[in-house]
T-cell receptor
Framework: DQQVKQNSPSLSVQEGRISILNCDYT??????FLWYKKYPAEGPTFLIS?????DKNEDGRFTVFLNKSAKHLSLHIVPSQPGDSAVYFC?????????????FGSGTRLSIRP | DAGVIQSPRHEVTEMGQEVTLRCKPI?????LFWYRQTMMRGLELLIY????????DSGMPEDRFSAKMPNASFSTLKIQPSEPRDSAVYFC????????????FGPGTRLTVL
């Protein structure tokens, strides 16, 4: 049972346009969400996070939106650049539960075309 | 800071052989995680340690898998005997602030079992 779902395995966006990556979760106990970015032959690197007390967090070109009622979050990249081509993993946890751990989605491969 | 170090980067072995993957976490980090990445299941947490003690090994797929952390700077993941379905990329990650905080990943070990 996948608690964190990324239903789009791939996405292609033109350079300069907005990239929107989506993620859904099923566990209502999740209160902390992260996005990781992964280049080929490298490990995932932390990109941005959001706590459930917020509905938006912005860092430069990257913005994460959280809709708790829909159990949905999205990552917006504006404007998209060639270096953004990578696999993006959504992740979630019940941060303040001592028994919790981070659950990752299966990833979305983003390709930025010129 | 050298980051999380994993060895080997690539491992090709034959079915039935023992495989040992190695990880050196970031100095000072108290948490160490082992993940497996496959196309079908994305990033799966196998096991994690806190202060060298295994906390949650519920993700370890079978008794053929075992992990140890003899000291704060070294961990191993062993598969014995290996099977073709174990072929995947195995990541080690470490965190300094908790089991649900930002994790820093190593470059991964790509394992191929023939």
């Amino acid at each position: 049972d996948q608690q964190v779902k990324q239903n789009s395995p791939s996405l292609s966006v033109q350079e300069g346009r907005i990239s929107i990556l989506n993620c859904d979760y099923t566990n209502s106990m999740f209160d902390y969400f992260l996005w990781y970015k992964k280049y080929p032959a490298e490990g995932p690197t932390f990109l941005i996070s959001i706590s459930s007390i917020k509905d938006k967090n912005e860092d430069g070109r990257f913005t994460v939106f959280l809709n708790k009622s829909a159990k949905h979050l999205s990552l917006h990249i504006v404007p998209s650049q060639p270096g953004d081509s990578a696999v993006y993993f959504c992740a979630a946890s019940a941060k303040y539960s001592s028994a919790s751990k981070i659950i990752f989605g299966s990833g979305t491969r983003l390709s930025i075309r010129p | 800071d050298a980051g999380v170090i994993q060895s080997p980067r690539h491992e090709v072995t034959e079915m039935g052989q023992e495989v040992t993957l190695r990880c050196k976490p970031i100095s000072g980090h108290d948490y160490l995680f082992w993940y497996r990445q496959t196309m079908m299941r994305g990033l799966e947490l196998l096991i994690y340690f806190n202060n060298n003690v295994p906390i949650d090994d519920s993700g370890m797929p079978e008794d053929r898998f075992s992990a140890k952390m003899p000291n704060a700077s070294f961990s191993t993941l062993k598969i014995q005997p290996s099977e073709p379905r174990d072929s995947a990329v195995y990541f080690c990650a470490s965190s300094g602030q908790g089991n649900t905080d930002t994790q820093y990943f190593g470059p991964g070990t790509r394992l191929t079992v023939l």
